[in-house]
């Protein structure tokens, strides 16, 4: 079984702080995937990342970035966080081949004070 | 810029009571499509997925969708819902672009009435 960790499943932060989203996998593969949830707005993607120190904007990366310096790990940052980026964040996997399905994290439910 | 559009965010049943929830596109090309459950407190989780061949897809805990390239359609249905299906439902599509993006729907929450 894919197991996609992230590392917090709750945070608290403040305006104007950079906050460190983490997320490890374990199945070697090459996609991985940041989004946000919101109530009737389902999963909008904000970056993506298709191999190590590679990553491409989503439909919605303003305020954030993303790093991916090894293979297993993804992290999304919010260079000053705002309160608007109160949000579920999901992360996600993909193996290679545009057939196979993503797995996702458990979350992290982020809320910015 | 491709969309998916779920019509219900809301549905209430019974139990017993059949399902049908509505997914459409809009992206002309090829596409694969897939829907995704999460129930309450637990991570998103694969439900079926389409991708050629036999348009009537069968997934897990009874489920299946059709895809209907006409109508630009992927709808989930289920002959007889339980209480435990109660979770939300998300309908997603990938155009097979670059970085195998997948575009979601809102999403459609569904309460099964015990």
């Known amino acids: 079984d894919v197991k996609v960790t992230q590392s917090s499943r709750y945070l608290v932060k403040r305006t104007g702080e950079k906050v460190f989203l983490e997320c490890v996998q374990d199945?070697?593969?090459?996609?991985m995937f940041w989004y946000r949830q919101d109530p009737g707005l389902g999963l909008r993607l904000i970056y993506f990342s298709y191999d190590v120190k590679m990553k491409e904007k989503g439909d919605i990366p303003e305020g954030y970035s993303v790093s991916r310096e090894k293979k297993e790990r993804f992290s999304l940052i919010l260079e000053s966080a705002s309160t608007n980026q109160t949000s579920m964040y999901l992360c996600?996997?993909?193996?290679?081949?545009?057939?196979?399905?993503?797995?996702f994290g458990d979350g992290t439910r982020l809320s910015i004070l | 810029a491709q969309s998916v559009s779920q019509h219900n965010h809301h549905v209430i049943l019974s139990e017993a009571a059949s399902l049908e929830l509505g997914c459409n596109y809009s992206y002309g090309g090829t596409v694969n499509l897939f829907w995704y459950v999460q129930y309450p407190g637990q991570h998103l989780q694969l439900l079926l997925k389409?991708?050629?061949?036999?348009?009537l897809v069968k997934g897990i805990k009874g489920f299946e969708a059709e895809f209907i390239k006409s109508k630009f359609s992927f709808n989930l249905r289920k002959p007889s819902v339980q209480w435990s299906d109660t979770a939300e439902y998300f309908c997603?599509?990938?155009?097979?672009?670059?970085?195998?993006?997948?575009?979601f729907g809102g999403g459609t929450r569904l309460m099964v009435k015990p």
């Open positions: 389409y991708f050629s061949g036999d348009p």
């Open positions: 996600a996997t993909q193996g290679a081949g545009s057939n196979q399905p993503q797995h």
């Open positions: 997603a599509v990938n155009a097979l672009r670059a970085g195998n993006m997948l575009t």
């Open positions: 199945m070697d593969h090459e996609n």
